[in-house]
């Protein structure tokens, strides 16, 4: 092996993920409908939050879920980062706490993989709340916001055993640098690719939509 780490053609990722996926409390739909998927960093700007609320949501991670309410607006959710539990000792020399969850709220999540998903839906904070599981045809993503998707090894959010990888505001690359191929190596099918993010936002996410789960209008 060379150890020349090369990156990720985009037909193959579509290829190897032809779905991707995108799960919401389903008090956040109507939010969704109306205004499509907003990072964390852009809800918080829609919904014009004081100084004392962005320093909670932004600048530490969250302990609760936080549901966003405001004249003329269908209410939005922030979830909560609970599972970030060793974040401060596992943050790569090269980054910092602050730089880390900047990167996280400026971005959309999807999940690369049905199985990754449905360890979300069986998570014990989540398995009685109602649900929406979006899912987004991978090619038309990519065709929308191809220089704006970035791809991760790790579920960044969780950081739940002192045995984590480190991870830092470098954790995402864009398609092209991607080491799908070492990482399948090193981690197998499953390890290989977790998250498929898009910064800022994705305003249209209803076009690019194949199936939806959890919306009973």
């Not at 790790?154 to 830092?168: E, M």
Request: hydrophobic share 40%; charged share 30%; with cysteine.
């Amino acid at each position: 092996m060379s150890g020349i780490m090369t990156g990720m053609d985009v037909e193959e990722l579509i290829a190897r993920h032809p779905r991707v996926f995108h799960t919401m409390s389903a008090v956040a739909w109507p939010s969704v409908q109306r205004h499509g998927l907003l990072s964390t960093q852009q809800l918080v700007d829609l919904f014009g939050l004081d100084i004392g609320e962005r320093e909670r949501l932004l600048n530490a991670p969250r302990k609760q879920s936080t549901v966003l309410r405001a004249s003329g607006l269908p209410p939005a959710v922030i979830r909560d980062q609970k599972p970030m539990k060793f974040v401060a000792e596992k943050i790569d020399p090269d980054s910092s706490l602050a730089e880390y969850l900047i990167a996280i709220n400026s971005r959309v999540f999807f999940w690369a993989s049905a199985e990754r998903l449905d360890r979300l839906r069986q998570a014990k904070e989540y398995r009685t709340e109602g649900q929406v599981v979006l899912h987004v045809d991978t090619r038309a993503l990519v065709e929308r916001y191809g220089p704006r998707i970035e791809l991760c090894r790790l579920n960044s959010g969780a950081v739940t055993q002192k045995n984590h990888p480190l991870r830092g505001h470098r954790s995402w690359v864009p398609i092209a640098d991607y080491p799908y191929d070492e990482y399948r190596r090193r981690f197998g099918r499953d390890g290989a690719l977790v998250e498929v993010t898009v910064l800022d936002a994705v305003p249209d996410i209803l076009d690019l939509i194949d199936k939806i789960e959890g919306v009973t209008d």
